[in-house]
C-alpha cells in the first residue's frame, strides 16, 4: 500500500531532487585530468575528439570555451562530465557591429519586373522608326505626325499596380476558381511570405495534382467575402488587431459552411512542449470568439494524414509534432483489420500549428525557394514534407473524408461474395 499514501510521493520528489545533475565545484576536481573524448565544433556538431590533450579539473569548470577547452564530453577513469558552451553565469546581450559593417538578412530583396517597361520601350522605337521611315518617304503629312503618334501612345501599354476590382468581378472570379487566401495581419513582412507560401503551395498542387488553383489572395476580415475560399491560412501575429464582432460572425458562418482555417502561430521553435510565447497567448484571444469545436492533437489515423501522401510528420519551417484538429467522436468506429477509423463526413473547421508553414512553402518569382530550411538533404526533405502536407490539407478542404470509405472494403466485399 506503499505507492497509494502520501509518503510515497513525498519519497519520490525527495529522489528527484537527491538524483539531479549538477556542475560539481571546481576545487573538488584538483589533481585530476579529463580527457575530451567528444567535441563540439562551430556548428553544433559532436565529434570524437581524436588526440587532444586533457585538461586540468579546475580548469574544466571555470575557465572559458576556447580552442584551447572545446565543449563537450570529457572522462576520467570512470567518470564522465560534459562542458557546455553557456554556463548560469553566462548573460546573452544583441551584437554590436561597428557603423561600416553592412547587415543583411536571409531574405533577398523583391525583384522589380522590367518586362512591361522594355515591351513598351520597344513598341515606341518600332512607332519611330515606322514614323522615320513615311516622313523620308513623303507618304506621311506633317499635321498627321503629332496625331498619330499620340494615338500610338496612348494605345501602349499602361506601367502600374493592379487595382482591386469591383466586389461582382472579384465573386465571379473566386467563385470560379479554386483560390487559396490568407488573413491580412498588418505585418507586411509576414502577409508578404503568406502570399509566396500560398503561390509555391498552388504551383505544387498545379503540378502534381488535378488543382489548378488561382494567384492566392489576401483578405481583409472586416470587408471581404469568405465564402468563396475553401482555406484560409492565418498567420499569427502578436500586434494584429483584433477582428469586429460583423467579422466574427462572418468567419463563423465560414466554419458552419465547410470552410477551414489553418491557425499557424510560426512559433514552434520558441513554443515546443506547452510553452507559451506572444504568438500564442495571441491565438486564444483571436479564437475565443469563434464556434470552434473541441480538439485533439491530429491522430495517425486522421484522413488528414493520408488524402494524397501518406504522411507521419507534418514539418514546415519548425518540425514540431503538435498539430491539432477536430476530435473524433468518442464512438468512432474501427472495423477490425483496418488501419483507421470510420471517422465522420465532415472537415476539421481548424487546424492549428506553430510551424510556420508559408515559410516552408514561400517561393519567389522565378520559383525558387524564398527562405531556408535546415541544412542540405534533410533541409530539403522536410521542405518537401511541409509542401506534401499543404497538398493533403488542400485535398481533405475539397474531397472531405471520402478516403475513410476504404474502412468499409471488408463489409463490401463480404456483400459482393453474397
Known amino acids: 500500500t506503499l505507492p497509494l499514501s502520501g509518503l510515497?510521493?513525498?519519497?519520490?520528489?525527495?529522489?528527484?531532487?537527491?538524483?539531479?545533475?549538477?556542475?560539481?565545484?571546481?576545487?573538488?576536481?584538483?589533481?585530476?585530468?579529463?580527457?575530451?573524448?567528444?567535441?563540439?565544433?562551430?556548428?553544433?556538431?559532436?565529434?570524437?575528439?581524436?588526440?587532444?590533450?586533457?585538461?586540468?579539473?579546475?580548469?574544466?569548470i571555470s575557465a572559458p570555451a576556447g580552442p584551447a577547452l572545446p565543449p563537450g564530453i570529457y572522462g576520467a577513469e570512470?567518470?564522465?562530465?560534459?562542458?557546455?558552451?553557456?554556463?548560469?553565469?553566462?548573460?546573452?546581450t544583441p551584437a554590436t557591429w561597428p557603423a561600416d559593417v553592412p547587415l543583411r538578412g536571409l531574405t533577398l530583396p523583391p525583384e522589380q519586373p522590367l518586362a512591361g517597361a522594355l515591351l513598351s520601350l520597344a513598341i515606341l522605337l518600332l512607332v519611330a522608326d515606322v514614323l522615320a521611315s513615311l516622313a523620308l518617304s513623303?507618304?506621311?503629312?506633317?499635321?498627321?505626325?503629332?496625331?498619330?503618334?499620340?494615338?500610338?501612345?496612348?494605345?501602349?501599354?499602361?506601367?502600374?499596380?493592379?487595382?482591386?476590382?469591383?466586389?461582382?468581378s472579384f465573386a465571379i472570379r473566386s467563385a470560379s476558381e479554386v483560390t487559396l487566401a490568407h488573413v491580412l495581419t498588418g505585418n507586411s513582412d509576414v502577409d508578404e511570405i503568406a502570399r509566396a507560401g500560398l503561390t509555391g503551395l498552388s504551383d505544387t498542387l498545379y503540378f502534381r495534382t488535378t488543382v489548378e488553383p488561382a494567384l492566392p489572395t489576401g483578405v481583409d476580415?472586416?470587408?471581404?467575402?469568405?465564402?468563396?475560399?475553401?482555406?484560409?491560412?492565418?498567420?499569427?501575429?502578436?500586434?494584429?488587431?483584433?477582428?469586429?464582432?460583423?467579422?466574427?460572425?462572418?468567419?463563423?458562418?465560414?466554419?458552419?459552411?465547410?470552410?477551414?482555417i489553418l491557425f499557424d502561430t510560426r512559433d514552434a521553435d520558441i513554443a515546443s512542449y506547452g510553452a507559451a510565447s506572444p504568438n500564442g497567448r495571441k491565438l486564444q484571444e483571436l479564437a475565443a470568439p469563434l464556434d470552434i469545436p473541441p480538439l485533439e492533437p491530429l491522430p495517425g489515423d486522421h484522413v488528414l494524414t493520408r488524402t494524397f501522401y501518406l504522411l507521419q510528420d507534418y514539418p514546415g519551417?519548425?518540425?514540431?509534432?503538435?498539430?491539432?484538429?477536430?476530435?473524433?467522436?468518442?464512438?468512432?468506429?474501427?472495423?477490425?483489420?483496418?488501419?483507421?477509423?470510420?471517422?465522420?463526413?465532415?472537415?476539421?473547421?481548424?487546424?492549428i500549428g506553430g510551424n510556420d508553414w508559408a515559410a516552408a512553402w514561400a517561393v519567389r518569382r522565378d520559383g525558387a525557394p524564398l527562405l531556408p530550411i535546415g541544412r542540405g538533404y534533410a533541409g530539403e526533405r522536410q521542405r518537401e514534407l511541409a509542401y506534401r502536407f499543404g497538398v493533403n490539407l488542400v485535398m481533405h478542404v475539397l474531397t472531405g473524408n471520402y478516403k475513410s470509405d476504404q474502412v468499409h472494403v471488408p463489409a463490401l466485399l463480404d456483400r459482393l461474395g453474397q
Open 8 to 60: 510515497f510521493v513525498q519519497m519520490m520528489e525527495r529522489l528527484a531532487v537527491s538524483s539531479g545533475a549538477s556542475t560539481p565545484e571546481a576545487g573538488s576536481l584538483d589533481g585530476t585530468t579529463w580527457t575530451p573524448l567528444r567535441v563540439m565544433d562551430g556548428f553544433g556538431t559532436l565529434s570524437d575528439a581524436g588526440n587532444l590533450p586533457g585538461v586540468a579539473g579546475p580548469d574544466l
Open 78 to 92: 570512470d567518470r564522465r562530465l560534459a562542458r557546455n558552451v553557456l554556463t548560469q553565469e553566462t548573460t546573452l
Open 138 to 168: 513623303g507618304l506621311l503629312l506633317r499635321r498627321s505626325t503629332g496625331t498619330l503618334a499620340l494615338v500610338l501612345g496612348l494605345g501602349l501599354p499602361q506601367m502600374g499596380d493592379a487595382q482591386e476590382t469591383d466586389p461582382e
Open 221 to 260: 476580415l472586416e470587408q471581404d467575402e469568405l465564402a468563396f475560399f475553401p482555406i484560409l491560412y492565418w498567420p499569427v501575429t502578436p500586434d494584429q488587431p483584433q477582428p469586429s464582432t460583423e467579422a466574427y460572425g462572418k468567419l463563423n458562418d465560414y466554419l458552419r459552411s465547410g470552410g477551414l
Open 317 to 351: 519551417r519548425y518540425s514540431s509534432r503538435d498539430v491539432w484538429v477536430e476530435a473524433a467522436p468518442p464512438d468512432a468506429e474501427r472495423i477490425e483489420g483496418m488501419p483507421f477509423r470510420n471517422l465522420n463526413d465532415g472537415v476539421t473547421p481548424v487546424v
